[in-house]
């Protein structure tokens, strides 16, 4: 997970953080359901990203030495 990847990941939790704060009563059956989705959605990326770089790592593996 890259340094940019993980700054965006703290700047979008706290702009979550700021919405739920700010939901009035009317709107906090919605914004619940909307915070759920942003978490499947990070839990979904952060899913992708660990198994591109395990199969990065073995695709590397299957790479032969380079030769003198």
Do not use: N
């Amino acid at each position: 997970m890259g340094v940019l990847f993980a700054l965006f990941l703290m700047a979008s939790v706290l702009f979550v953080l700021g919405g739920f704060v700010s939901m009035s009563q009317a709107t906090i059956g919605v914004g619940s359901v909307a915070i759920a989705c942003y978490l499947a959605i990070v839990a979904r990326i952060l899913q992708a990203s660990s198994h591109a770089d395990r199969l990065a790592a073995k695709v590397d593996a299957l790479k032969p030495p380079d030769a003198p």
